[in-house]
């Protein structure tokens, strides 16, 4: 094919179906460069379902320019997901603002383009860090404006980019020592350099890079071989889950959105009401929760991957989620849409007062087009929202913005801080003071958390090996232990002081009844005075939560 000049509307369209294929493929190989050892809202994942959302937008759209770029910026902003998700929105928007209005991007137009989408993507972040696709996009951007103000053609100043980019990218460990420590480079300038190929697939010819396979916790040779060929497609992730799905055909496609959140190896096929469906994923809870909120699962059959057992538990076990209480439709000055999962976290939520409920958390984050739907159905003008997750904080600040109410987001980073929030809040009053009394109250609760490594890795603590349990407060890791127990007790005994009155010990997948004993007579024998109070969350990856006032 002849090289490009100019990009007009179908060349635009046609970068971003390469995008989007780009991160499907490269999604896992994405994921596997999160340097925090826990199981989390991953990047590839997160800008993958951004660039999916954006794609489905522009489908949409009539072929002119000005309603393609529309359709980008609306795409990208309500599809956003996590973090990465949100930036890489910015970075798409910031793309459309400077070619809208013109029928072809030229070369010095692409540049312009490249330097605003920078720009964007800084001022989406409060505080900007080094290292991270932030200092990717700018030095691409650089690169790309030099080369076109020196006359380069526009796969020239592709080239640029591309290169300086890469160059940065692979100095990211030198940035931001987490990743140096892990060996791996930034995740998400890992994916935005996948747009600049793209690009360069559709104005020259030339093939998007293959991604690496990812074979277990070694994360190094990513930083080297990201963008090199490999063959084979490896799972990382534990289970397999199976089951009939009778649910109406439009639905499927939002419930394989929620999927993709939580797994690979997605097959959903079938139509006129019944759906056979099979998921790879470590969130087993999640991937039944989604078939729940939609419809009735039946014949459900989990297998263990690595041992090749039958986890029928988990049938047993999958309860229905909760349906609204008596008050989820009462008017109200002010009304609180929360995010999370597992029953019985969904019922103290509800007990505490909450409107609304959007399923999310750790592995599966909301987006903004989710938490926006949940607004416009609370029962008042003006919303607080609980995020309870730090992954999902900037899409839901993204949510006021979209709707005629007034939408407050209280930062809740965690379960136990949504909770404790919830003790100041008054239905009566005005957004804006429940805002600033429930932000306070959920400050002056210590949370903790517990979950095991899905990877090697090292901390200030020591080393840390895949299956190890860490106790994890505000501060980072605080206990590092092979067995439950020890790592609860272990956090706990960094976190508790004297002159706390209350542990509050929330139970999620994985929790026993000799381990709960073990945490409670802890609590008793070491810090004589301060109760405790047991609750059932359900919350899957994380057996244990703690709310320590």
């Known amino acids: 094919m002849p090289t490009l000049v100019a990009l007009d509307v179908v060349d635009l369209r046609t970068v971003l179906r390469e995008y989007r294929d780009a991160l499907r493929a490269h999604r896992e190989a994405i994921n596997r460069l999160n340097v925090y050892p826990v199981p989390d809202g991953d990047t590839g994942t997160n800008m993958a379902l951004t660039v999916e959302s954006v794609v489905a937008e522009v489908e949409g759209a009539p072929e002119t320019m000005a309603a393609t770029c529309k359709a980008i910026a ?37 540049a312009l383009a490249l330097s605003t989408a920078s720009a964007m993507a800084y001022q989406a972040v409060m505080r900007p860090v080094e290292g991270t696709i932030l200092t990717v996009v700018r030095e691409s951007s650089e690169a790309a404006q030099h080369r076109a103000t020196n006359g380069g053609s526009l796969v020239e100043v592709l080239e640029a980019a591309r290169q300086r980019g890469g160059e940065a990218l692979d100095h990211t460990p030198e940035l931001l020592p987490v990743l140096a420590e892990a060996g791996v480079v930034d995740a998400g300038g890992s994916g935005y350099l996948l747009l600049l190929d793209s690009l360069l697939c559709v104005v020259d010819g030339r093939p998007v890079p293959e991604p690496a396979v990812v074979a277990g916790p070694d994360l190094s040779r990513f930083g080297e071989h990201l963008e090199h060929a490999h063959e084979g497609d490896v799972s990382a992730l534990r289970y397999e889950v199976m089951y009939f799905l009778e649910a109406p055909d439009e639905t499927i496609a939002a419930f394989k959105d929620v999927w993709a959140g939580i797994g690979d190896s997605i097959v959903v096929v079938g139509g006129d009401g019944l759906w056979n469906c099979h998921i790879h994923t470590d969130d087993i809870g999640a991937s039944i929760e989604a078939a729940i909120e939609i419809g009735r699962p039946r014949n459900i059959r989990v297998t263990d991957l690595h041992e090749q057992v039958e986890e029928e538990r988990w049938v047993r076990e999958a309860d229905k989620e909760p349906d609204l209480p008596p008050h989820a439709d009462e008017p109200v000055s002010t009304a609180v849409v929360a995010v999370a999962t597992g029953d019985g976290i969904r019922r103290i939520f509800y007990s505490l007062g909450v409107q609304r409920i959007v399923t999310g958390g750790q592995t599966m984050n909301p987006s903004t087009a989710q938490l926006l739907e949940a607004v416009e159905h609370a029962p008042a003008d003006e919303v ?54 429930m932000t306070d109250a959920a400050t002056s609760v210590v949370a903790g958390e517990v979950t095991r490594a899905v990877r090697d890795s090292s901390c200030e603590l020591g080393p840390i090996r895949e299956g190890d349990w860490l106790g994890l407060g505000r501060g980072g890791i605080e206990a590092i232990h092979a067995e439950l127990p020890e790592a609860c007790v272990g956090l706990l005994d960094v976190l508790v002081r004297a002159d706390h009155e209350l542990v509050t010990i929330i139970e999620g997948e994985g929790a026993t009844a000799a381990v709960t004993r073990r945490i409670e007579h802890w609590v008793q024998e070491h810090r004589a005075g301060v109760g405790t109070e047991v609750h059932h969350g359900g919350q899957p990856l994380y057996p244990y939560l703690f709310g320590i006032e």
Do not use: C, W
């Open 74 to 110: 609306h795409g990208s902003l309500m599809g956003a997901r996590g973090n990465s998700g949100v930036i890489l929105s910015q970075i798409l928007r910031g793309l459309t603002d400077v070619v809208r209005d013109v029928e072809r991007i030229d070369a010095r137009e692409l």
């Open 384 to 437: 607080v929202i609980l995020p309870n997750n730090k992954n999902i904080i900037p899409v839901a600040e993204q949510v006021g913005a979209q709707t005629t109410k007034v939408v407050h987001v209280v930062p809740t980073k965690g379960i136990a801080e949504g909770f404790a929030s919830l003790m100041a809040y008054d239905p009566e009053a005005p957004s804006s003071v429940n805002a600033t009394a």
